[in-house]
């Protein structure tokens, strides 16, 4: 039943933006959890960054660069570029109160920033990408949070490969969280059989995807061209019926 | 600046599923949108399949056939099968109370009812298609209803090109809905750019993505085989680290 | 530590609308998650009623009776009759896919079907009243469940207490439900101290509110008053600045 | 129909906290729709306290002091007090891409770090306090937001009194944002009805619950003491049924 990588990776990059609270070198669950992906994308030749981006300094706004509007500094253009070069977008977030981290929806509103701009096909910035998200809690939300990143991704222009969320929580209530060494000597979420099979399935996938994509030369420029669009090409579209 | 479409799509076939609370023949403004993206998808060849879901007897419950339980009637899984002959799904819904219809929620829970099953590859059996959404309210909630139903959509199996989603509601508060003809002649929606462009641009991707896949006889069977990871294949996922 | 009841409720009425997709006789664990408030109301004297929507004729709509309307059988209208005889009301629904059930959606569209409707003082009909929800799955998905049913709550009417959800879920991933009995002869979620608590406050903060609700003859009908600002009425809002 | 306030309020205090992303002396959208709230409040002798949460430095975290964990400098204990000063709270976000501010995701935050505090009758921190919630953005959410922030104060221990939100947004797509001058001399949102009667009732309904809950000197400490449970008196929860 074992069977091989159908093709090779090693031309792929990929960004794993960590968006938990804790600056390093705090333990930060969601990068234990993110570190099991980004081993397997390692071992078939990917080229892995790494950003946790609490060790940042990212200012509130949705403009390119916020040095121009008032802030001090602003390191999100630097991550941008990171953003742009990697053809794997994944986001971890731990969960609270149910919802993604204010790390992550920061991260979500400075690539929102930079949604107007076009590539060289006249495409959004994003297209041709493929994203993931990777969420810990100990209580609840996985599925929450992962709508709502993976909706920001889609919107942005990114292709969302099925199962592309993976996470893991406890049963509810407060309780360890990913990776946490337990009493008994046992790791917390260690022996999740979902966990580690929805990880697996979405690292693939993101793999197959971002691999059939990238020797597309990305996707068509037909159809979804914002440039010609605003020229007034409209490739097709029906006219209104009405009641 | 207009291109022609890239390749052919005659051999694709799609599924609109109206989830409208409205039976035939009453208006279903969710059908005036997406026959939009009907209309454009015939003409480059789909064979498009469309479905009110509210004219056919759907019981509740999560298993392929509810009248193996208790249900009189279930005309799902005769759906099912249209579903699984498209390559590309389309959900449409109403917004009600900022949420998607109750036709929408069965929709999504009857699909889930098979999530258990495998195509031949041992894959799950939505695997190699592209789904997406069409929302139309009067007041607010699109892009929470998108959300929604896009993690179901790629939590199922499909894949969510970029930009899925498309609707159109009017100003906050009541007012008119899509293809409603107003006092002045005009027709609400007919004349809303953004409505058009993420139709037209989500249509098109549905469209690349399902190709993609088709021609590549979809998605790779390796890393996301269900009957492998059952009997142990691990494909490469990395041991936890803990603290 | 132990304090008595600070007031006899023995006067309220309270509505527990179970939304699972199961009819009776089956086993419902929301029921089961249920009865155990219930059972606490009735011990103050609470008159409680029990529905389970399946077991009835629901169909699809948002007009107050659809059998205006082309259905060939509601049964909404008679307990749209025992919901407004409640002071408390408590949707119960099971998760899928991170997400309320159908029926669950539906209750909430019927509801918001009287939603127009006004009560003696001019006031929406479900004012003075008190709602909360209870959630049961195996998964994920409480506080997602939550937030949707209170918030549907609340913008018809409802007074939302502090705490006024309490749910189940067991580890990430599938397992047994609430109230199943598992192999070591234990129950599921019948040992979490987290649950316990949750659907303790709900419960009595329900009581709580209700009971304020019902001294004060409900809430005053000032600044809230539908046919009041229909008529012209501001309440004193202040106009719009701008820049 | 005109009525008159049915008590004073001149011993009530709210906290409106405004998470828009643009520092003061930005122009605030959020802040211009809060106003219409804040100055009727004012007028009713309510003592309004406003806060631009972006003005201050708020690191992110889930301890009341981010000082004691790295942190250079934290103003939130400081504001914390401000929310415990206050009988009313009100948080004002934007919209982006669908969902709440990273400003006021990083406030639901800060607040919940101090949820595992007790008042002196053993509840939790927030509880005797009511809350609500004003959004605001040009394209679609304002529902969605409004569940999120609706549900995390309730679960804080805030009453949510019916119809808690208000919002504005225009038509789907791009467009002006609230209060902005519009070419032909109107204001953006300043002729909806929707809005102002939303605005209306929100505010009148905060004031309502918060009489209450002062008169009766917060919400009955019976059945919701944290602090008893823990040394656990169980106030008449059942015990579990099971199959």
Chains 1, 2, 3, 4 share one sequence.
């Not at 222009?157 to 009493?183: K, M, N, T």
């Amino acid at each position: 039943m074992t069977t091989s990588p159908p093709a090779r990776y090693d031309d792929l990059r990929a960004l794993f933006l960590n968006c938990t609270l804790t600056p390093t070198p705090g333990f930060s669950h969601t990068q234990a959890l993110m570190d099991r992906s980004i081993g397997l994308m390692r071992d078939v030749g990917v080229t892995v960054d790494v950003v946790r981006v609490v060790d940042h300094v990212v200012p509130p706004g949705v403009q390119p660069d916020m040095t121009a509007h008032g802030a001090e500094r602003d390191d999100w253009p630097a991550l941008q570029q990171r953003v742009l070069d990697a053809d794997v977008l994944v986001l971890g977030t731990p969960i609270w109160l149910g919802d993604k981290s204010s790390e992550c929806t920061r991260v979500v509103e400075r690539l929102y920033g930079y949604s107007g701009e076009t590539n060289d096909a006249g495409q959004y910035l994003y297209y041709g990408r493929v994203g993931g998200v990777v969420v810990t809690g100990n209580e609840d939300g996985v599925k929450h949070v992962a709508m709502s990143v993976l909706y920001s991704l889609q919107h942005l222009g990114y292709v969302v490969p099925p199962q592309a969320d993976a996470g893991w929580i406890g049963e509810v209530g407060p309780g360890p969280s990913y990776g946490d060494r337990l009493d008994d000597g046992t790791v917390a979420g260690a022996d999740s059989d979902f966990t580690e099979r929805n990880l697996t399935f979405m690292t693939w996938n993101l793999l197959h995807l971002a691999r059939m994509l990238k020797d597309a030369g990305g996707l068509p420029a037909h159809g979804n061209v914002r440039t010609a669009w605003d020229t007034g090409t409209r490739y097709g579209l029906h006219n209104p019926e009405y009641r």
